[in-house]
Each structure stands twice: as C-alpha cells, then as structure tokens.
C-alpha cells in the first residue's frame, strides 16, 4: 500500500491532523501485557511515589507509539515511515480517577528531504506539559 499523501502536495509547515490520546490506568495494564513491560510504577502509585514520582506514570514507549499514530494516520501507510524517534522529557502522570491523562500530539512537515523523503516534526504534551522531545519521524511519499 503506497502512502495516500504526495510529495508533491506538501510544503514545510503542513500541518497533520491533532489527536488526543486518552490513557487510564486499565490502558496501562493493557499495554503491560501486550509489552511485557510490568514495571511496578506504572500500576502500583505507593510504589510510584516512593521512587520519587508524583504518581503511577504511562510507560514511556506506549506515550511514542500515540505520537507515532499521528504521522501513520495521515500517511494512510504505515510502511511510509522510514524512521522515526523522540526523546522522553517528562513522564505522563496517569491519575487513578474518571478522567486519567491525555496525551495532546500535532505535527508539521518541517523538511522536505530528497528522494521523496519528508522530516515530520512532533509536539507532544500531557497536561500543557511537553513530554517528547526531538519527536520526529522521516516518511517516503509517493
């Protein structure tokens, strides 16, 4: 499946599509399983705060992979993306209530590359709190 989205239709500062990812303490457990990563301080909040942090927090690969759905999303290809990495600045504290967390992510084409290449840069926040740094992708458009 060839990316949906050309080259030739994007301009650095495209914007892609925002979404909001919402995470509860059940997504946590979910994504334990699914992982392998049973890391105490993401379900035990006694243990969590213990080691220092405010409370139970989202692992830090599933708080990519959300981001990482933005650039999969518009691109219509997931096998578009060619590379992709971010570096976790602060961690998604997950509450145990109603609400949880939300992660907030946006993007915007921010190089065009050759080859038909494109750099995609990510915001990430959670709470009006950047928690990806450096988040960028690089995909191959038609």
């Known amino acids: 499946m060839a990316a949906s989205v050309r080259y030739d239709d994007v301009e650095v500062g495209t ?7 919402p995470l509860q303490r059940v997504n946590l457990v979910m994504y334990a399983g699914a992982s392998g990563d049973f890391n105490i301080i993401h379900w035990n909040e006694r243990t969590a705060t213990a080691v220092g942090l405010p409370n139970v927090i989202a692992h830090g ?17 997931p096998g578009a993306l060619v590379d992709y990495g971010v570096r976790m600045t602060r961690p998604v504290v997950v509450p145990d209530d109603d609400r ?15 080859d038909g290449l494109v750099r995609i840069d990510l915001t990430a926040t959670s709470e009006g709190q950047t928690v990806l740094g450096k988040a960028q992708a690089v995909v191959r458009l038609a």
């Open 15 to 21: 914007q892609l599509p925002s979404k909001s990812f």
């Open 61 to 77: 690969m599933l708080t990519m992979a959300s981001a990482g759905r933005v650039v999969t999303d518009w691109l219509g290809d």
């Open 100 to 114: 949880g967390a939300v992660v907030e992510v946006s993007g915007v084409v921010g190089a065009k590359l050759d």
